[in-house]
């Protein structure tokens, strides 16, 4: 089964953050890396990949790491 897709305006409203800072990371590769469908000019996030992404940098306090 072929998971949802979102664009980017949906992948920024689940993250909290302005659209323009994906589209940002993906043109620099800095800052939010999450990895993208490219579909011709559209631009496709996997729900699944943004969960992971939410999961990995979710701490319980400051002096925790990026979980490897």
Not at 36 to 64: A, C, P, W
């Amino acid at each position: 089964m072929i998971e949802r897709l979102l664009n980017t305006k949906q992948a920024s409203e689940m993250l909290g953050v302005d659209s323009k800072s994906l589209a940002n990371s993906r043109y620099s590769g800095l800052g939010i890396t999450i990895p993208f469908v490219k579909m011709g000019r559209l631009v496709r996030y996997k729900q699944s990949d943004i969960e992971k992404f939410i999961e990995k940098n979710t701490f319980q306090h400051t002096s925790e790491t990026n979980k490897a």
